[in-house]
């Protein structure tokens, strides 16, 4: 099946910095989503990226489908954005569109 | 904006008792999906329903997990006789068509003793 890294593991922010999370994947694909999960486990969906660049407010993100990888970019990071952000994806060979996950970036920004 | 509703949020049962958990989907969807996510780990695929019926199963979703869609607007995930490595945080997730984003539930936090 499909293959999702997430890279890095674990990153230490200040507060104001800016930071860049990787999503590299094994195979085409047609649905990609980037979450957030936050201290109590809610997973807080970001983006529908399978293709493209789009932005909210301080994060935006940008799926290169041709060459298997997306970035999610954080600015001006704020204590509100620790935890874990968690990379899926659907392969274009899946019927059902399950999403496989990556093993996420822990994220912690310290004030 | 129209969300993904689970219940209850945090679920403590006996070992070898069956549990329910429940989930209410974004009402015009047509897909839905059940993940679960041991602590410390990453999400994983358990399941997804369609058209009334299973479409496609991970090997976790063995013989003591079911899912049913009872009345058109529920759709539940039973487990008959938890186990110990059944504690986990269980997402229901719907979508309303395929090459769509699936819409997340806020998840039902599952410990057993």
């Known amino acids: 099946g499909i293959q999702v890294e997430q890279s890095p593991p674990d990153l230490i922010l200040q507060e104001g910095a800016n930071s860049t999370l990787r999503c590299n994947f094994s195979?085409?694909?047609?649905?990609l989503q980037w979450f957030h999960q936050n201290p109590w486990g809610q997973l807080i969906n970001l983006f529908y990226?399978?293709?493209g660049t789009k932005q909210n407010g301080r994060l935006s993100a940008t799926t290169v489908a041709t060459e298997r990888y997306s970035l999610l970019y954080i600015s001006s990071s704020q204590t509100t954005d620790s935890g874990v952000y968690f990379c899926a994806v659907a392969g274009m060979n899946t019927g059902f569109q399950k999403l496989v996950f990556g093993t996420g970036t822990r994220l912690l920004v310290s004030p | 904006e129209p969300e993904v509703t689970q219940t209850p949020s945090h679920q403590v049962t006996q070992m070898g008792q069956e549990v329910i958990l429940r989930c209410v989907p974004i009402?015009?969807?047509?897909?839905f999906y059940w993940y679960r996510q041991i602590l410390g780990q990453k999400v994983e695929f358990l399941v997804s329903?369609?058209?009334?019926?299973?479409?496609?199963k991970s090997e976790i979703f063995d013989d003591q997990f079911s899912v049913e869609r009872p009345d058109g607007s529920n759709f539940t995930l039973k487990i008959r006789s938890t186990k110990l490595e059944d504690s986990a945080m269980y997402f229901c997730?719907?979508?309303?068509?395929?090459?769509?984003?699936?819409?997340f539930g806020d998840g039902t936090r599952l410990s057993i003793l």
């Open positions: 990226i399978p293709s």
């Open positions: 009402s015009n969807h047509l897909y």
């Open positions: 329903f369609y058209n009334n019926e299973i479409s496609e």
């Open positions: 997730a719907s979508g309303g068509q395929l090459n769509q984003p699936q819409h």
């Open positions: 195979d085409s694909v047609n649905n």
